[in-house]
């Protein structure tokens, strides 16, 4: 299976901050890579898809970029509806293996 | 729009079986893979199983691999997980899932709110 690792486990930000998260494939997954945010006692949601193309209706403040092993989401400026948990998935194999979130918490 | 709206969860005890439905409206059910990702209690996301649009190509995560079954209905617009040999660890919320079609990008795009599965004694 390809493990994914993002970093860190957790973030501590302020509104208006720029944020960076990572993630680590355990081996190339060209640019099958995908990101969801995810608020308490909700389903999780699409924000990118491919590494770096952004789904529809969210906001232009999500970034992706990345390939082959090493992948990052960044928001630009953080909104207070933006703190949540954040999963980075792999799609280029089956089990499509989700890396271990990223909480971003309001400092 | 579309909806995805899944029902069937409970508490079951150790070694019993459960059915799970996700009953889906706003799109052409038979032409999407559909799946389920399930998420125990303050843990992270484990996609579980996928299923093709014609049934053709079914995959499993090891973990539930020959005690989980994937179906689905296309006249009734309806997926489905049979669980069967259940333990404790299979104790998550279990979310029903779309595949999205875009070309690359087979991932998640709408996902249902989920409904619990307790497994305990």
């Known amino acids: 299976d390809i493990q994914m690792t993002q970093s860190p486990s957790s973030l501590s930000a302020s509104v208006g901050d720029r944020v960076t998260i990572t993630c680590r494939a355990s081996q190339s997954i060209s640019n099958s890579l995908n990101w969801f945010q995810q608020k308490p006692g909700t389903a999780p949601k699409l924000l990118i898809y491919t590494a770096s193309n952004l789904q529809s209706g969210v906001p232009s403040r999500f970034s992706g970029s990345g390939s082959g092993t090493d992948f990052t989401l960044t928001i630009s400026s953080l909104q207070p509806e933006d703190f949540a948990t954040y999963y980075c998935?792999?799609?280029?194999?089956?089990?499509?293996?989700f890396g271990q979130g990223t909480k971003l918490e309001i400092k | 729009e579309v909806q995805l709206v899944e029902s069937g969860g409970g508490l079951v005890k150790p070694g019993g079986s459960l059915r799970l439905s996700c009953a889906a409206s706003g799109f052409t059910f038979s032409s999407y893979t559909m799946g389920w990702v399930r998420q125990a209690p303050g843990r992270g996301l484990e996609w579980v199983s996928s299923?093709?649009?014609?049934?053709?190509?079914?995959y499993y995560a090891d973990s539930v691999k020959g005690r989980f079954t994937i179906s689905r209905d296309n006249a009734k617009n309806s997926l489905y997980l049979q669980m069967n040999s259940l333990r404790a660890e299979d104790t998550a919320m279990y979310f029903c899932?779309?595949?999205?079609?875009?070309?690359?990008?087979?991932?998640?795009?709408?996902w249902g709110q989920g409904t619990l599965v307790t497994v305990s004694s």
């Open positions: 299923i093709s649009g014609g049934s053709s190509y079914i």
């Open positions: 899932a779309r595949e999205s079609q875009i070309p690359g990008a087979a991932t998640a795009d709408y």
């Open positions: 998935q792999q799609s280029y194999r089956t089990p499509r293996t």
